[in-house]
């Protein structure tokens, strides 16, 4: 598969454990906040979104926590599964600028 | 199926030749989008396309070109193609701002 990142930071989580996936983001009017993954040789894959006026929302076995104070994003993963190894990225969407623009990523390995 | 399709997914050219990347979706998307990806570097905008005959520039436009004559389809057009635009080159489409995009398969190029 395709090495989408060489230098990215990275995670290695036990399966079945939870696994937390941190991003800090730079635009205060950003209006949407999403987490792609990234499987090897694929393209991103949307998992889940935020608007701005929420702090949390839940998905199947994933959660989004938006701290706007301090500019925070994270993703939590529940009970996690090898499939769930891949490289993960979170993006803000400016409606005023129609633009969306994603952070570095994070790659994830989940070990047997 | 819905689907981004990108031909060719693999490509090795010359400084200098022209070369066009073809993005097609089959959902009736507005709003289509270029993306490349370099290590370190994270997704970085192209261009993007709000509507037919509508495109603007994102965060790398330099020595790309893109039209948008069909709803379905958002080419990607190396006038000049140099080393420096080698990298892993990504579709993505989605319903008018929707946060969601829905990226295609991604086209390694190579420019020597």
């Known amino acids: 598969g395709e090495s989408v990142g060489l230098h990215l930071p990275t995670l290695s989580v036990q399966e079945g454990d939870n696994s937390i996936i941190n991003c800090a983001y730079s635009?205060?009017?950003?209006?949407?906040f999403i987490w792609y993954k990234q499987e090897s040789g694929k393209g991103p894959q949307f998992i889940i979104d935020?608007?701005?006026?929420?702090d949390k929302r839940q998905g199947q076995r994933v959660t989004v926590l938006l701290n706007k104070t301090v500019k925070h994003l994270s993703l939590q993963i529940a009970a996690t599964q090898p499939g769930d190894s891949a490289v993960y990225f979170c993006?803000?969407?400016?409606?005023?600028?129609?633009?969306?623009?994603f952070g570095t990523g994070t790659r994830l390995t989940i070990i047997p | 199926e819905a689907q981004v399709t990108q031909n060719p997914r693999y490509l090795i050219t010359v400084t200098g030749k022209k070369l066009t990347v073809t993005c097609s979706q089959n959902?009736?998307?507005?709003?289509m989008s270029w993306y490349r990806q370099d290590p370190g570097l994270g997704l970085r905008q192209i261009y993007y396309?709000?509507?037919?005959?509508?495109?603007d520039k994102g965060d790398v436009p330099e020595g790309y070109k893109v039209s948008r004559k069909e709803k379905r389809n958002f080419p990607l057009i190396l006038e000049s193609p140099s080393p420096n635009q080698t990298s892993l080159y990504f579709c993505?489409?989605?319903?008018?701002?929707?946060?969601?995009?829905?990226f295609g398969p991604g086209t390694r190029l190579t420019v020597t």
């Open positions: 993505a489409s989605s319903f008018g701002r929707a946060p969601e995009q829905y």
């Open positions: 635009n205060s009017a950003s209006d949407y």
């Open positions: 935020i608007r701005s006026n929420m």
């Open positions: 993006a803000e969407n400016d409606f005023g600028n129609e633009k969306l623009t």
């Open positions: 959902m009736n998307h507005e709003y």
């Open positions: 396309s709000m509507n037919v005959e509508v495109t």
